[in-house]
């Protein structure tokens, strides 16, 4: 008898707080995750007790074989709801009960949706332009303009110089690099400094480093070094400083084999699975479909019902015939026979695993009997005596095929890596779980883009300049009021991966360090690249706070910013110049009097003192982090 | 990715910051006339010391690389698989254990030796994976490793140390080297990754070292400009900063605990020269001050593929020296029944010999020590056929072992971790059994 009366009493309370009119907002933020979370391990796309799936609002609707289990705004009415109070029968879920906030928003949500049908939500029209930066403030204003937020100013030109340095070279700007934007009095002085970083050296090695870690993951020291040998790197480097189809880049990946002196070392992304093919499906799912599909090993995917178990067996069948051949460079070679493989789905259902693709084709391949032994013969073979065979039909190649020409996902992938490197989360997030279960923040946009970018030759540099020139990139800091961050309607905080931060502090204190040992402890300490969740670690506190590495940037040494610095008169403009190499702007008044007192006090020399003040802006948030 | 750091069904930390009897102990003794609030008790530190002394602990000794069951715990004295070496007596009547570990069997009635574990990981990575995290792996999920998940659920105690501590003075170690470099705290997150010793990561010694005036200085300063950088922007970075930061300098404040200079020196030449041992030592003292978890590591020196019989000579002493320098200890500072000490590898070694008189990877029959907090004391659990091909009856896989440990340390084992948009995983699945000849 109590508890009830809590409940109406929370409800009460919470009602207020939602906008009542907006329940796709409330099923997409709250509700759809509780239901996930609770209900559809029983209730959805693996089983459906009752015939009822509480998996999208459709199948909501659709009600069990009972029937409707929600009136449409009318909570007190709905037998959902109804299930959920403590000490109903039949009481859901079964062991355990939800939190009166949890209720609450449940039934929030069903006094959200209208009586009728919910029609449609219009979707944003084209916009007029074919320009990529145009298309996407249009789309992003859009979004604001749905949301009711207001955007961030454009970020004035320091923010931008430091800005489009660590995102476009992969380091900060040096002193004379942000001195002379700052100076340049052009009119597209923004658009002039990022064709110039575009076709630098450092663009292809900062997205490499970047790729890398997003394709292979990272690794420890030897494993790295063996990319490195077996040119790995110097195919993504030249990837990159070549601006090559991505398409391409792609295709030679999961084929894997150097036909082309341009693809010598793509052959690293299938070798280094070590054989393991499911390894290897899952290693390429995000790439080539835009979403990970390791959940649907053992079943269908448990929430995106779209992500088939045939899917995941596709792909292991389409490496399953791999070898890996050791020699002077990494090859795979590859059986015309054999890897006819089954699957077994929860019900012990053996199927056949086919190449069947996300993206809707499937290769078909004619399957001996189950008992019918195959021959391997040479004329199975382009090349029979050859040391890394390759067959006259190869899974790799009809693989790389399908995933490359005609596959919108490839497209959709990389656009949304792309966006999520440049602004910190993607138009889909988490990055790699572009599935039915993650809804597009700006769905028109990511379709846009990727459309846009599939039509022009899956042209990298055009997709990365028309993201910086846009006013979206180009936005300042939030306040203290933060919009949501999927509204991208304010520069978001993206923390250095450790290269960059390693190659920044190397500009900040002029000492330079960059051998691969420093790398490896900055690599251990920062090992993140688009982390799902932010985190700093006790392990980079300690590495910035004592380890005589990272010391060794603040001891005055000939030619450092500490002696430059330390040489300087004034203490004030001791202060401002190791703002202005640090963090590329000029100390506030009540910074400039505490860095001064600090000076002042320091029991050091003057030159220990500076290095200590270096010290403490370089490992402040503002200096690890991109804003 | 995220995950709410105590696990639904698990116990609370008050629950184990505190046992109620030792609680009362603690009131006759101090002569406190009340105690008015639960979150008053830990003000006085006659009960702070109370409930870190009776806070449960492990030192996890792992002897990477596998070492071999018949040179140390399970010898086949006549048999072909028997080494060079014979057997011997220990303090329970009827069991034998190698004659390298003398110090060890004179005091086996405080030892449980489990002689039958079963695994089926023949390969160092994925054994060292099972043996640590307690389950197959599952592709798309890394569960934590045991430092971690002990970590997770016994850690927060008004304690400045970490929850989960790692000390390895050999920073190589081949596959174990890819181990410690890979995720240890999987999907509990990274405030559960260890504080590690050894290689790049030994730097608490030197902050002590150069713990100048200014590095206060310096560090007020640093949170100055942060402080106001995080007032003027909406900067997750800057918080997560400012705690790591905090930790940090209450780790420095205990500097001295991971200082081997500064340890006893009677203890640290009781202990032995070697690193291993003094890296244990240094357990002993954690484990005194209130950490929850530390393993101790060495590289991986047990895995003699070639010249095992010469290598095991060297190794085995030292390990029986330790343990006994060890269990003895915690003996006589009443720590022992608080404290769960478990030696053991990825795996044991194959009962025959390769032509480099060597012996391989053999997860079928191997034997580990586990003892302390409140486990029983001198049971031989299991045992081999006359060969140590096989189990003799039954058998331990990884997950016994870790229910074992989980209810050793009060914490249960078969809890559900509460993982948005994740599967269902508990800290043991399969309602795996414990090894019940172990628990009193």
């Known amino acids: ?90 009481h859901m879920p079964p062991k355990k009960q939800l939190s009166d906030h949890e209720v609450a928003e449940v039934s929030a949500w069903i006094a959200a949706m209208s009586a009728t049908p919910t029609a449609q939500v219009a979707s944003v029209p084209p916009p007029a332009t074919q320009d990529p930066s145009e298309a996407i403030d249009y789309y992003l204003a859009a979004g604001w303009k749905t949301r009711g937020i207001e955007p961030a100013q454009v970020c004035d030109d320091a923010t931008f110089v430091r800005r489009i340095y ?187 695993a086919v190449i069947a693709m996300l993206n809707g084709p499937t290769i078909e391949e004619a399957r001996p009997a189950p008992d019918a032994k195959q ?88 997709l990365i300049r028309g993201i910086v020139l846009s006013r979206g990139y180009q936005l300042a800091a939030p306040g203290k009021e933060s919009p949501p ?41 920062f090992p993140d690249v688009l982390p799902r969740v932010v985190r700093t670690t006790i392990q980079q506190a300690m590495f910035v706070a004592n380890s005589p590495d990272f010391a060794g940037f603040f001891h005055p040494a000939p030619g450092s910013a500490i002696e430059q610095i330390a040489a300087m008169p004034k203490l004030e403009d001791r202060v401002r110049e190791a703002f202005r190499r640090t963090l590329v702007r000029q100390p506030e008044a009540d910074e400039l009097a505490q860095g001064v007192r600090f000076l002042q006090n320091s029991k050091g020399g003057a030159a220990d003192a500076v290095g200590q003040l270096l010290w403490a802006l370089v490992t402040g948030p503002e200096f690890i982090t991109n804003h | 990715m995220s995950a709410s750091p105590i696990p639904p069904g698990a116990c609370t930390p008050c ?48 002897l990477c690389g596998g070492p071999s069951q018949f040179e140390t715990w399970d010898p086949k004295p006549g048999r072909p698989s028997s080494g060079p070496f014979a057997s011997i007596p220990t303090s329970i009547p009827g069991i034998h254990f190698s004659s390298l570990m003398p110090r060890c069997a004179s005091i086996a009635h405080h ?103 200014d590095q206060e200085e310096r560090a007020a300063l640093r949170s100055y400009f942060a402080q106001k950088y995080a007032n003027e922007h909406h900067s997750n970075t800057a918080a997560a900063q400012n705690a790591a930061f905090e930790k940090v300098k209450g780790l420095m404040s205990s500097a001295d605990l991971f200082d081997l200079e500064k340890l006893p020196a009677k ?39 070639v010249f095992q019989h010469e290598i095991h000579q060297m190794l085995v002493p030292e390990l029986d020296r330790i343990l006994h320098c060890l269990i003895t200890d915690l003996e006589d500072r009443g720590l022992l029944d608080h404290t769960l000490v478990i030696a053991m590898g990825e795996f044991g070694r194959t009962p025959w010999l390769n032509p480099a008189r060597g012996r391989d990877h053999y997860p079928n029959a191997w034997s580990l020590m586990m003892t302390g907090c409140g486990l029983k004391r001198g049971v031989i659990v299991g045992g081999t056929d006359e060969d140590g091909v096989d189990p003799d009856g039954t058998s331990f896989s990884e997950q016994n072992l870790f229910a074992t440990i ?35």
């Open chain 1, 375 to 462: 021959d391997d013969t040479p004329d199975g073979y382009v090349d029979p005596k050859a040391k890394v065979k390759v067959p006259k039909f190869s899974r790799r190649a009809a693989l790389a095929d399908a995933a490359t020409i005609d596959n919108p996902l490839l497209a959709r992938s990389f656009v949304n890596h792309t966006w999520a490197i440049l602004f910190g989360r993607g138009i889909v997030h988490p990055v790699d779980e572009i599935n039915s279960k993650h809804p597009a923040s700006h769905p028109e946009l990511l379709e846009w883009l990727a459309k846009d970018f599939a039509d022009h030759h899956y042209d990298m540099r055009r």
């Open chain 1, 485 to 525: 961050p999927e509204a991208f309607a304010a520069a978001m905080e993206k923390p250095l991966i450790a290269e960059t931060l390693l190659r920044s502090t190397e500009i900040a204190t002029g000492v330079t360090n960059d051998d691969p040992k420093m790398r490896q402890a900055f690599v251990d300490s």
């Open chain 1, 1 to 90: 008898m109590f508890r009830p009366l809590v409940l109406s009493a929370t409800i009460a309370l919470f009602a207020p707080l939602v906008r009542a009119d907006d329940a796709r907002t409330l099923w997409a933020n709250g509700v759809q995750a509780l239901l996930d979370q609770n209900c559809v391990k029983c209730h959805g796309p693996l089983k459906q007790k009752a015939g009822l799936a509480l998996d999208s609002v459709e199948s909501v609707l659709k009600g069990s074989e009972d029937g409707a289990v929600v009136t449409p705004g009318k909570p007190n009415e709905s037998k959902l709801l109804e299930a959920l109070a403590p000490k109903a029968d039949p």
């Open chain 2, 15 to 62: 629950e184990h910051r505190l046992h109620r009897r030792l609680f009362l102990k603690g009131l006759a003794a101090s002569g406190a006339a009340a105690v008015t609030s639960f979150s008053g008790l830990f003000t006085n530190p006659v009960f702070a010391e109370a409930a870190q002394r009776s806070q449960k602990k492990v030192i996890l000794l792992w």
């Open chain 2, 111 to 213: 030892l449980n030796i489990v002689r039958c574990m079963h695994t089926k990981q023949p390969e160092h990575l994925q054994a060292i994976n099972l043996a640590t995290r307690g389950n197959a792996e599952r592709a798309g999920f890394t569960r934590p490793t045991l430092g971690a998940a002990v970590s997770a659920a016994l850690g927060g105690l008004d304690t400045r140390l970490p929850g989960f501590i790692l000390l390895d003075p050999n920073p190589e170690g081949n596959e174990f080297k890819g181990f410690k470099a890979s995720d240890l705290s999987g999907w509990l997150g990274p405030e559960h990754q260890p504080v590690r010793l050894g290689g790049t990561f030994t730097q608490l010694r030197r902050a002590v070292d150069s713990s100048s005036d």
């Open chain 1, 166 to 352: 660590l995102d476009l070279a992969g380091r900060v700007p040096k002193l004379e690099e942000a001195a002379a934007f700052l100076a340049d009095t052009a009119p597209h002085k923004r658009e002039a400094l990022v064709d110039r970083l575009l076709a630098g050296e450092e663009y292809p090695v900062a997205f490499r480093e970047v790729w890398n870690a997003l394709l292979l993951g990272r690794h420890s020291g030897r494993r790295e070094a063996r990319r490195q040998r077996d040119g790995w790197y110097a195919f993504l480097e030249s990837a990159f400083k070549q601006n090559r189809p991505w398409n391409e880049v792609v295709h030679a990946m999961i084929e894997a084999r150097a036909d082309k002196p341009e693809d010598k070392g793509a052959s690293c992304f299938v070798f280094e699975q070590k054989n393991d093919y499911q390894q290897m499906a899952e290693t390429v799912a995000p790439v080539i479909y835009g979403t990970r599909i390791d959940c649907a090993q053992c079943h269908d995917h448990p929430l995106a019902r779209e992500i088939k178990q045939a899917h995941y067996w596709g792909l292991v069948a389409a490496f399953n015939r791999s070898k890996n051949v050791e020699g002077a460079e990494p090859s795979v070679a590859e059986s015309a026979v054999g890897g006819f493989i089954n699957f077994t789905n929860l019900k012990k259902e053996s199927q056949p």
């Open chain 2, 406 to 440: 989980f209810t050793a340390l009060g914490i249960d084992p078969y809890a559900e971790y509460d993982l948005p948009g994740f599967p269902t995983f508990h800290r043991v699945e399969d309602h795996a059994e414990t090894i019940k000849e172990l628990l009193a």
């Open chain 2, 267 to 305: 203890d640290r030449a009781r202990y032995g020269p070697g690193l291993y041992g003094q890296y244990t030592l240094m357990a002993r003292e954690l484990v005194e001050q209130g950490a929850p978890f530390v393993m101790v590591a060495n590289g991986m020196p047990w895995d003699n593929h």
